[in-house]
């Protein structure tokens, strides 16, 4: 059973679009949320991450919005880019890293 | 920049037979850990080690078992291949509990085929 749900498992934006990525977790104990992005043939890589006393960060283009209370979270790409297209994983830890299914990001120029 | 490295990019191997997946780390990171990738269910923890010598169940640990001798390196063996294990295996590390000053770091994982 996955103990974090994201949604949606692949999206398609154009270039300059949005992109948003969203995960909701149950347990009260997790600590840490972070992203890791990856692309064909590598391995996943850490991309930004939030504790649960944050409502936001942002780097970059890439920001985290925080809902503590829905236990909800999600990452925003801004102003997307076809570098962007890439596999996104939404985790949260709880002594150990608890990963989401994975979204799929397709940026069409 | 820290290096985890995967002996195999691709791998084959029989029903029943015992494989072996190698992985190394050039960090001096305590922490490693094995996931497999399957689509649809995202990474899922399969054995972590601590230390040298120590090993921790993680979320699916039936069919495997792992081996750490020395901090470097972390070995992931399934004891006999089963169809239902041709998966993306994926090894990673860290410095010390994951954590904000201490990332995953991933290798580019071993694609293995039970045929």
């Known amino acids: 059973q996955q103990q974090v749900k994201q949604s949606p498992q692949s999206l398609i934006v154009q270039k300059g679009g949005i992109s948003i990525i969203n995960c909701a977790y149950e347990?009260?104990?997790?600590?840490?949320f972070p992203w890791y992005q990856q692309f064909p043939g590598k391995g996943p890589a850490l991309l930004i991450a939030?504790?649960?006393?944050?409502s936001e960060k942002k780097e970059g283009r890439f920001t985290i919005s925080f809902n503590k209370s829905a236990k909800q979270f999600s990452l925003h790409i801004m102003d997307s880019q076809p570098g962007d297209s890439a596999t996104y994983f939404c985790?949260?830890?709880?002594?150990?890293?608890?990963f989401g299914a994975g979204t799929t990001v397709t940026v069409r120029a | 920049d820290v290096k985890v490295t995967q002996s195999s990019r691709y791998l084959v191997k029989r029903t029943g037979e015992k494989v072996f997946l190698e992985c190394v780390q050039d960090?001096?990171?305590?922490?490693m850990f094995w996931y497999r990738q399957d689509p649809g269910l995202g990474l899922r923890l399969i054995y972590f080690?601590?230390?040298?010598?120590?090993?921790e169940k993680g979320d699916i640990p039936e069919g495997y078992s792992v081996s750490r001798e020395k901090k470097e390196r972390f070995s992931l063996i399934l004891e006999s291949a089963s169809t239902n294990q041709t998966s993306m295996y994926l090894c990673?590390?860290?410095?010390?509990?994951?954590?904000?000053?201490?990332?995953?770091?991933f290798g580019n994982g071993t694609r293995l085929t039970v045929t």
């Open positions: 990673a590390s860290s410095l010390t509990q994951t954590g904000p000053n201490s990332p995953l770091h």
């Open positions: 347990n009260t104990a997790f600590d840490y």
């Open positions: 939030i504790r649960p006393d944050v």
């Open positions: 985790a949260a830890r709880n002594y150990k890293l608890s």
């Open positions: 960090m001096d990171h305590e922490n």
């Open positions: 080690s601590y230390d040298v010598k120590m090993k």
